[in-house]
């Protein structure tokens, strides 16, 4: 696809589970980006992938969240022991390459996964 | 702290009207400025980035306006539509080593007919 795709669009489980999010960013861009927007708020970084490797996991709120990007392309956020402040909508974001000058790069969004913890 | 906030925090007008919102940080060392749309259900979607040296840019019926010295951007609406009605989010994006995306909660713009 043409976009950043983000599956499933929406998730519901129960206090306690474990969830995974996935992120099929735009292809050929190497800088992949987590967010998490609760209603009524604008986006909170969480973690940002320069190919494989997190190089800014600086927003991850505690260890129950990870994300991995095993291959540069496709990248899964994984939170453990959800909680029900965890309810949020998860943005996924890519770009083409990050530039440590001037970030100058565009990001572009995907549609976002909605995570509701009962 | 870096900072973004946004005003006002929701507006309503008429179709065919023009509206601007209002963006102040406190980000440094700035490196850019963006405003994205937001539709409902929908992730954000870029309408323009600045740079320090740039004052103004437009796209379409959108125009962005920076003031580095005071900090301050606005984002104008000229003869809005209905398709307007969503959240405008300003973004601040610092220089150094990690992502340093600032956003603001957002205006939510609501034009009615």
């Known amino acids: 696809g043409a976009g950043v795709s983000q599956t499933p669009s929406n998730k519901v489980t129960e206090k306690g589970k474990y969830v995974e999010l996935r992120c099929d960013p735009i292809s050929g861009h190497t800088a992949l980006y987590w967010y998490r927007q609760s209603l009524g708020q604008g986006p909170e970084f969480l973690i940002y992938f320069q190919g494989t490797g997190a190089a800014d996991d600086s927003g991850l709120p505690n260890d129950r969240f990870f994300a991995v990007r095993p291959e540069g392309s496709v990248s899964t956020l994984k939170i453990q022991r959800t909680e029900r402040g965890d309810s949020a909508v998860y943005l996924c974001?890519?770009?083409?390459?990050?530039?440590?000058?001037?970030?100058?790069?565009?990001?572009?969004f995907g549609p976002g996964t909605r995570l509701t913890v009962l | 702290k870096n900072q973004v906030e946004q005003s006002p925090q929701s507006l309503i007008i008429l179709e065919g009207k023009n509206c601007t919102l209002q963006?102040?940080?406190?980000?440094?060392?700035?490196?850019?400025l963006r405003w994205y749309k937001q539709d409902t259900g929908r992730g954000p979607v870029s309408l323009t980035i600045?740079?320090?040296?740039?004052n103004t840019k437009s796209n379409g019926r959108y125009t962005a306006t920076l003031d580095a010295d005071t900090k301050q951007s606005s984002l104008h609406i000229t003869a809005s539509q209905l398709s307007d009605s969503a959240s405008y989010i300003c973004?601040?994006?610092?220089?150094?080593?990690?992502?340093?995306?600032?956003f603001g909660k957002g205006t939510t713009l609501s034009v009615s007919s």
């Open positions: 600045m740079t320090f040296s740039e």
């Open positions: 963006c102040n940080y406190t980000v440094s060392p700035f490196s850019n």
């Open positions: 974001a890519s770009s083409l390459r990050r530039s440590l000058a001037a970030d100058y790069n565009e990001q572009f």
């Open positions: 973004v601040v994006s610092a220089i150094q080593a990690g992502t340093a995306l600032i």
